[in-house]
């Protein structure tokens, strides 16, 4: 069993920058494809970025690419989420997601590890 908790969400104004993490328990972390994932108010949930266990290959939404990066120290069981230039629309609930199978299990939102989520809002 893997637990997963988010943290460093928060409000910020158009043009800052925040970093998530996600604190992952379990000795077998290190081998887990990661990812991030977030939902807006009144929208579904849809995929941020992922990374595989290694941490050699990232993965990005069209809407963050260049904006946001994806990256993970297994020795402290956390990947993060850097978020530049934030906008309005990046306001929403952010998620860690986990899979011990490929990262395109993750990527495809069929992770079988979620956190609760932490609030990223952005004001203009």
């Known amino acids: 069993q893997v637990q997963l908790v988010e943290s460093g969400g928060g409000l910020v104004q158009a043009g800052d920058s925040l970093r998530l993490s996600c604190a992952a328990s379990?000795?077998?972390?290190?081998?887990?494809?990661m990812g991030w994932f977030r939902q807006a108010p009144g929208k579904e949930r849809e995929f941020v970025a992922a990374?595989?266990?290694?941490?050699?290959?990232?993965y990005y939404a069209d809407s963050v690419k260049g904006r946001f990066a994806i990256s993970r120290v297994n020795a402290k069981n956390t990947v993060y989420l850097q978020m530049n230039s934030l906008k309005p629309e990046d306001t929403a609930v952010y998620y860690c997601?986990?899979?011990?199978?490929?990262?395109?299990?993750?990527?495809?939102?069929?992770?079988?590890?979620w956190g609760q989520g932490t609030q990223v809002t952005v004001s203009s």
């Open positions: 379990g000795r077998t972390f290190s081998t887990y494809g």
């Open positions: 997601a986990a899979d011990p199978g490929s990262v395109r299990v993750v990527i495809d939102g069929l992770g079988d590890y």
């Open positions: 990374i595989n266990w290694s941490g050699g290959s990232t």
